[in-house]
């Protein structure tokens, strides 16, 4: 785990690279394609296909997962592939380069006659909102609460469903599910979830099934994050019973059971204000507040939110390395 956080900071997502998560993808779109040609707009029939699904994705790439580990565990040799596998389900050094790319687009404050185009197309990437007709704050605010979403989503909920595998695997004597079946498992929930989890047209019922599972996925890896997170932004342990208690009252408005917890939780550790109007294809959303009364979004408090994303993965990693080298000692 620790060899796979390393690769992912190094590398990230090589594009030369098969992902496992483009294979899901796939998959994903001939399921979909095969349920609404045989479900149509019945409700019940595609609640059904689409549980259905959501069990296969999950299933099949938690087996592909654990087929590997098998084949680490009788074939020492290739235990680098397994650390590759590992990586892939990491997404925390290519999170980092998508809102950067945002920042090196963005022009300079005050600048007369900016062109705030090549900004707006970079964020097109990573949001789901509208970006045509965003202002420079509201560009910096974006980045910031996909930052802030995505370290849970993409980092520390498949780190923490790694962490239960290698127990898992510890406790069967690496026999059952480990790290890797578990991380693929969740990644399958979570690509489930952002390609069919929208309350639109079929889609309010084809992915219901993938877009609970997410959020059950989810639910505790992004309330350990705002709980441990004050630690890395000096709070203190007295900080964090504090900063997880306005979290969880800023971020209860949220219709997500997570992004708004998670996005509070970091608002509060950068001391930066989010939140607000989000405007989408067909409708306009009113987000609750996030430490209402701090300063807006600049560049420098969306960088303060990637830093404090790599200083948690490293406060993380600490008790697993420590756990790793008791074993080798032992």
Same mark, same amino acid.
């Given at each position: ?36 040609? /045989?479900?149509?707009? /019945? ?12 069990? %296969? ?12 580990e ?9 235990t ?59 560009? %910096? ?33 690496l ?22 989890g ?23 890896p ?13 709070q ?37 204000q ?18 209402a009364?701090? *300063?807006? *979004? ?7 939110? %990637?830093e ?9 990693? %600490? ?12």
């Amino acid at each position: 785990m620790i060899a796979a956080a390393g690769l992912d900071r190094l590398i990230g997502d090589p594009r030369w690279c098969p992902h496992p998560v483009v294979v899901m993808g796939w998959c994903i779109q001939r399921l979909r394609l095969l349920a609404e040609a /045989r479900a149509g707009d /019945r409700p019940a029939p595609l609640r059904l296909a689409g549980l259905l699904i959501t069990l %296969l994705l999950v299933a099949g790439s938690g087996l592909a997962g654990w087929g590997l580990e098998q084949l680490t565990r009788l074939q020492p040799a290739t235990t680098p592939l397994l650390v590759v596998a590992l990586a892939s389900a990491l997404a925390g050094r290519s999170l980092e380069q998508a809102v950067r790319q945002v920042l090196r687009q963005l022009p300079a404050a005050g600048e007369p006659g900016a062109d705030l185009e090549p900004a707006r197309r970079a964020l097109a990437w990573i949001v789901g909102r509208d970006t045509d007709q965003l202002d420079r704050t509201d560009i %910096l605010r974006a980045a910031a609460e996909t930052a802030s979403e995505n370290a849970v989503d993409g980092l520390f909920a498949p780190l923490f469903w790694m962490a239960v595998g290698a127990a898992c695997w510890g406790a069967s004597s690496l026999q059952g599910p480990g790290p890797l079946a578990l991380a693929w498992g969740f990644k399958a929930a979570s690509t489930l979830d952002s390609m069919l989890g929208y309350r639109s047209g079929r889609l309010r019922w084809l992915g219901t099934a993938g877009a609970r599972l997410d959020d059950l996925v989810v639910w505790l890896p992004c309330r350990l994050v705002a709980l441990s997170l004050p630690l890395v932004a000096g709070q203190g342990l007295r900080g964090c019973w504090r900063q997880w208690r306005l979290a969880r009252q800023d971020g209860a408005p949220d219709p997500s059971p997570n992004a708004g917890l998670s996005q509070a939780a970091f608002a509060h550790a950068a001391g930066v204000q989010l939140g607000g109007v989000n405007r989408y294809a067909n409708s306009t959303k009113a987000k609750p507040l996030l430490a209402a009364g701090q *300063p807006l *979004p600049t560049a420098g408090s969306v960088k303060r939110v %990637l830093e404090l994303t790599g200083q948690l993965e490293l406060l993380w990693l %600490l008790p697993i390395g420590t756990l790793a080298a008791a074993v080798l000692l032992r």
